[in-house]
T-cell receptor, first 111, second 115 residues
Framework: RKEVEQDPGPFNVPEGATVAFNCTYSNSASQSFFWYRQDCRKEPKLLMSVYSSGNEDGRFTAQLNRASQYISLLIRDSKLSDSATYLCVVNPQTGANNLFFGTGTRLTVIP | ETGVTQSPTHLIKTRGQQVTLRCSSQSGHNTVSWYQQALGQGPQFIFQYYREEENGRGNFPPRFSGLQFPNYSSELNVNALELDDSALYLC??????????????FGQGTRLTVV
C-alpha cells in the first residue's frame, strides 16, 4: 500500500467553481501534513500546512481527520491561475525526516 | 525565488554512464534532501543530508549516493545509469534535520534523460 494516496484526476472545473481534493495516508503515527502545488515542469511549492483544527488561507481550506487518516483541500471561487497539480504530502517523522508525496491531483480551471 | 539552485537544469546521459547533480541550499539552511520525480508521479525520497551526514534514505539502490559539503551544498551521484533513472531530480533545502521544523524549499530540479 502506498504511503499517500490521492485521486490523480484530472479535475476540469469552470472559473468560480468550488473543488475539493482528498487524500489518505497509511502511517497512523504521521505527524505533519501539507499541500504542495506544482505547476507544469516546475518545482513543488508549499501551499499550506494542514492542522487537526483545520486551517484556511483565503480561498483555500485544509482539513485533517486523524481518525480516518484523511486530508482534504477545498478551493473556493476557482481562478484560472489555480490550474496546477496539487500534491498531498505527509511527514511521518520516523527519523528520516523525509516527505511522502502523493501522485498529485491535476486541476484545470476553464474560462 | 527559493534561493535553492540546482545544476545542470537538463542532462542527457547514456545507459551505464555516471552522473553528478548539484544543489546549493538556501542561506541558513543545513539540511538537504533529494527526491526523484518520474513523469506523472509525486516526488520519491532518495536521501537526506544534515550537517554533512546522511540522515535517512529511501528505497533506492546503493548506486545512488550523495555528499554534503561544509557550506551545506550537496551532490547526488548516480552510477550505472538505467533507462528508468530518467526523471526530474529535486533538491529540497530546510533548517533542522530532526523533524520537518521549517518549510522545505525546492530547487527547480534537474531533468535527467537516460538513453
Amino acid at each position: 500500500r502506498k504511503e499517500v494516496e490521492q485521486d490523480p484526476g484530472p479535475f476540469n472545473v469552470p472559473e468560480g467553481a468550488t473543488v475539493a481534493f482528498n487524500c489518505t495516508y497509511s502511517n497512523s503515527a504521521s505527524q505533519s501534513f501539507f499541500w504542495y502545488r506544482q505547476d507544469c515542469r516546475k518545482e513543488p511549492k508549499l501551499l499550506m500546512s494542514v492542522y487537526s483544527s483545520g486551517n484556511e488561507d483565503g480561498r483555500f481550506t485544509a482539513q485533517l481527520n486523524r481518525a480516518s487518516q484523511y486530508i482534504s483541500l477545498l478551493i473556493r471561487d476557482s481562478k484560472l491561475s489555480d490550474s496546477a497539480t496539487y500534491l498531498c504530502v505527509v511527514n511521518p517523522q520516523t527519523g528520516a525526516n523525509n516527505l511522502f508525496f502523493g501522485t498529485g491531483t491535476r486541476l484545470t480551471v476553464i474560462p | 525565488e527559493t534561493g535553492v539552485t540546482q545544476s545542470p537544469t537538463h542532462l542527457i546521459k547514456t545507459r551505464g554512464q555516471q552522473v553528478t547533480l548539484r544543489c546549493s541550499s538556501q542561506s541558513g539552511h543545513n539540511t538537504v534532501s533529494w527526491y526523484q520525480q518520474a513523469l506523472g508521479q509525486g516526488p520519491q525520497f532518495i536521501f537526506q543530508y544534515y550537517r554533512e551526514e546522511e540522515n535517512g534514505r529511501g528505497n533506492f539502490p546503493p548506486r545512488f549516493s550523495g555528499l554534503q559539503f561544509p557550506n551545506y551544498s550537496s551532490e547526488l551521484n548516480v552510477n550505472a545509469l538505467e533507462l528508468d533513472d530518467s526523471a526530474l531530480y529535486l533538491c529540497a533545502s530546510s533548517h533542522g534535520g530532526r523533524g520537518w521544523d521549517t518549510e522545505a524549499f525546492f530547487g527547480q530540479g534537474t531533468r535527467l534523460t537516460v538513453v
